[in-house]
């Protein structure tokens, strides 16, 4: 399985952004695909993320009232909505996927066995 992450760029404070992370297939029933970044010299950290059994979404709590993540319906797709974008969202963000998520890992990034290239999101104050 590959994933293939796209949508990052320079944009200003305030700005959207939308990311989206293609899988070349799906291997489960409980598949989740989730969106990672990470800031120069810091941690990778978890951003939101999608179980495909169920349809439930999760998202850092900090991060809640200005991104939200969806699913391409007919595609092996989500996407990150990131809305009112601050200098402090400048990062690499990731996709990863799992076949196979153990739930109390799934915002830890060994929780994931399968990811993507990094797509870089540059907000300028």
């Known amino acids: 399985v590959q994933l293939q992450a796209s949508g990052g760029g320079l944009v200003q404070t305030g700005d959207s952004l939308r990311l989206s992370c293609a899988a070349s297939?799906?291997?489960?029933?409980?598949?989740?695909m989730a969106w990672f970044r990470q800031a120069p010299g810091k941690e990778r950290e978890f951003v939101s993320a999608y179980r495909w059994d169920g349809g439930y979404t999760y998202l850092a709590e900090s991060l809640k009232g200005r991104f939200t993540v969806s699913r391409d319906t007919a595609e092996n797709t989500i996407f990150l909505q990131m809305n009112s974008l601050k200098p402090e969202d400048t990062a690499a963000y990731y996709c990863a996927a799992s076949s196979r998520i153990i739930l109390s890992n799934l915002r830890r990034p060994e929780g994931y066995a399968i990811w993507g290239q990094g797509t870089l999101v540059t907000v300028s104050s």
């Open positions: 297939s799906r291997t489960s029933s409980r598949w989740v």
